[in-house]
């Protein structure tokens, strides 16, 4: 029996992530890969996998299709990651992580994984409640499969509140419009520009996309991720910018996913939100310096943090009429 995890990860679209590298890209050609390396994958695995490292207590819940979600849950028992799978009928999907050698250019091609009936979604769920009671957060993150749409997010939001958890939402399309009373939410640049139906090319723009989720929902902050160049950090009280941290870049599969486990994690510790920013940052950059959707180690961890920001380097803070 696992400890009571401070953190519930939920995936709805789990995957068993391939990552390999080809000399080049050619098409209709016979293509000499490298070995590949196999991981879990899947948005809320990814959060689960990074938190874990951490050393904050977390359960993963996700659904089992077929041989390739065994193979999954078995990858993720050598990892000693505590996880709730829920068998159910179909093949968990694969995703495929390709780097062009010549050009340093990574392709990513990713399935639609298998179709989730409401019953099979209804027993995720009810292992979320179960393993959940004295869990501080819940994280829905990754896509959605067919057959769930994005009425889920309510469903979630409604569970959280019942455990006395804050929901952390990291999803797109449709999950975005129906995120009202999630504790923080964590789109991209593009996902919040898919979402508004509208360019965010500036700076001002994208604040200003990000205030007006915000404002939509209630939820108590935004982190919109823009890459390398850092994240806005919009709360009702103001936004700040904080950079990216600098590293090594091998593979940016499960970047944001690193984002959110370090925000999480701070949280868990009683840390405020920008605190907890800087520390997803971190695990952003350590992330981005792995191979595929290999997890990095506290070492690895320890090299990037030692360059966080210094203290007049953190950030600046924006007045909410200064963009």
Known sequence: MHASPDVVTITLNPALDDSFSVPRLIPGSKMRCSTPRIDPGGGGINVARVLHVLGIPTLAVFPVAGHIGRALSERLEIERLPFAGVEVPGETR?????????????????????????????RCLQAVRRGGRHAAYVVLSGSLP???????????????????????????????????????????????????????????????????????THASAVVLSRGHLGIALVTPTGTQLLPAVAGDVVSGVGAGDALVAGIVAGLTRGWDIPRAARLGLACSAAMIATAGTSVFSRDDLAAFTDVLPGEAARGRTLRRDAV
């Not at 495929?96 to 009936?117: C, D, I, M, S, W």
């Not at 009202?180 to 360019?199: D, N, Q, T």
């Open 146 to 216: 067919p057959g769930v749409s994005a009425d889920v997010v309510p469903r979630v939001r409604c569970l959280s509140d019942a455990l006395g958890a804050r929901l952390v939402l990291d999803a797109s399309g449709g999950a975005l419009a129906q995120a009202h009373g999630a504790y923080l939410i964590k789109p991209s640049v593009r996902e919040l520009k898919e979402h508004l139906g509208r360019e965010l090319d500036t700076l001002a723009e994208q604040v200003a996309g990000a205030r007006e989720l915000l404002d939509d």
């Open 94 to 122: 694969l995703s495929h992580h390709v780097t062009e050698l010549e050009t340093g250019l990574e392709y990513r091609f990713v399935l639609p994984g298998t179709e989730l009936a409401r019953a099979d979604l209804d």
